[in-house]
């Protein structure tokens, strides 16, 4: 019978130092990971940051600030609002103040706690769970998933198969729709879904997303963390021997082997590891803790309340395997001296980085002026003479009011004796509206000698004077 592609090995010949032949499996074909259920401190920590992730991914779509959608990316009309404040294009230096601190605060983190991430708040990590409570309620726990998918195909398998995807199409779909409602109003969303009325780009974001998470939470899963996800591939530059680290204690486990409870098994030449292999059945993504740290390991701490579990009913103490770090477990510092170790230069250069980008935003936020303003030049003529023998320069000002009331501006010039401003010297502005406003500058030829002279413009939001915003421009005399 004739395989799939997927379970044929592909294996080369290499020839070793002796001159012998050797066998090397460049492709291992995909067993599907059955992971067992368990409860204990951390799946507690990790059930809790499952609902708070998703109550505030499918949730602040709906949080309504200002009479707008607290939290929406319109790329349509360019324009994004975060809690009440109102970010255009030209404020793409917030962005990279954001990514900044992500990416330090991750690297921080990473470099005192591990893969903490990945195991609790990893997107990945968290549909994953949330798609295994679904098959484990549909289908059972491990034991009868695993006779379940060997079992011959019959009504009750089909039928148990139909539901577990149905909901999980179904929470895909929903969590598709929520993502595109971060960047389309997601009330108008839910009503072009009632009413059919879907446009075709909203649509196929929809189920982009939907398949997305379906494939990856559904089918995927360790493998995404395996051989996909690029932070499993550098997180050993972040960690050094004080990071701490899900670790199998092979000093006080080994020898393994199984034993009676209350037997002498010391006497016997065994360690507390009783073999029972618990820490491999609850691993999502199917490694064994005791072969030490693993590039694959996510740092969910499965295998620690497995172990936990199992010390306690052998009446044995807890944390054969545990949170350490390598320097603790080979006992060059006491574990109680693991907290004194966060303040390494490493992490300190970390905070430091954080610490100022952080300030510096902060600082710029509350600086920021919610009017901006933009000035362009009539480049056909540059100056021209008017009546009473003025030189005029026009100019086109693109104003924008980048808050969430309702402005009116006025509009100054100065920088050259008498000059004056001719046009629309207000302008009123509804809520995240902008609008151009023409202006023509004339100045007496004796005040404009020829050459280029410095001036600017003063756009004021005559309800709030603080709001005020200077911008230079040239005048061209001649």
């Keep these: 019978m004739s395989k799939k592609l997927h379970e044929i090995p592909i294996n080369v010949v290499n020839v070793k130092d002796d001159g012998e032949l050797e066998e090397v ?183 982009f997303y939907a398949f997305a998470t379906y494939g990856n939470a559904g089918w995927m899963r360790e493998q995404v963390c395996k051989y996909m996800c690029p932070y499993a591939r550098f997180q050993s530059a972040m960690f050094d021997a004080d990071t701490l680290i899900i670790s199998y204690d092979q000093e006080r486990g080994e020898n393994r082997g199984s034993r009676k409870k209350g037997s002498d098994y010391q006497a016997a030449g065994l360690g507390d590891c009783i073999d029972c292999t618990m820490c491999v059945q609850v691993c999502p993504v199917g490694i064994d803790i005791r072969n030490g740290l693993q590039y694959e390991c996510i740092g969910c701490a499965a295998c620690i309340d497995a172990c936990d579990e199992i010390m306690d009913k052998m009446n044995y103490p807890r944390g054969l395997v545990r949170y350490t770090t390598e320097n603790a477990l080979e006992h060059k510092y006491p574990e109680r001296d693991i907290i004194k170790k966060i303040t390494r230069p490493r992490v300190i250069m970390y905070a430091v980085v954080i610490c100022i980008t952080l300030g510096v935003t902060i600082t710029s936020l509350m600086m920021r002026q919610p009017v901006k303003v933009n000035i362009e030049r ?19 000002l693109l104003i924008q009011n980048a808050s ?23 302008i009123q502005l509804a809520p995240t509206a902008m609008s151009d406003v023409a202006v023509r500058i004339q100045v007496p030829p004796q005040f404009a000698k020829m050459g280029s002279h410095e001036i600017e413009f003063i756009v004021t939001a005559k309800d709030d004077p603080a709001q005020t915003v200077v911008e230079k421009a040239t005048f061209i005399g001649r």
């Design 25 to 207: 499996m460049l492709y291992a074909a995909h067993k599907k990971i059955y992971p067992r259920w368990i409860t204990g401190f951390w799946n507690n920590w990790r059930v809790f940051f499952v609902f708070v992730t998703q109550l505030f991914f499918y949730g602040m779509p709906w949080l309504i600030i200002n009479d707008r959608q607290a939290l929406l990316f319109d790329l349509l009309h360019r324009k994004f609002y975060v809690f009440g404040f109102v970010f255009l294009p030209q404020d793409f230096i917030y962005l990279t103040a954001l990514l900044l601190l992500s990416a330090f605060g991750l690297f921080a983190w990473t470099t005192i706690g591990g893969r903490l991430w990945c195991g609790y708040a990893c997107p990945q990590t968290v549909y994953t769970e949330i798609f295994l409570w679904i098959e484990k309620w549909v289908e059972g726990d491990r034991a009868a998933r695993i006779k379940l998918d060997n079992a011959p195909l019959n009504g009750k398998k089909l039928w148990l198969k139909f539901i577990k995807h149905s909901l999980w199409v179904l929470f895909a779909l929903w969590t598709g729709f929520t993502f595109v409602g971060y960047f389309t109003p997601i009330r108008a969303l839910w009503t072009d879904l009632l009413t059919f009325s879907l446009s075709g780009y909203a649509l196929f974001w929809v189920l």
């Design 404 to 426: 969430e009331q309702t402005h009116t501006y006025t509009i100054q010039a100065k920088g050259l004796p008498e000059m004056k401003l001719v046009g629309e010297n207000q």
């Design 378 to 396: 009539d480049r056909v003529a540059l100056v021209r003479e008017v009546e009473d023998g003025l030189l005029e320069n026009s100019y086109r």
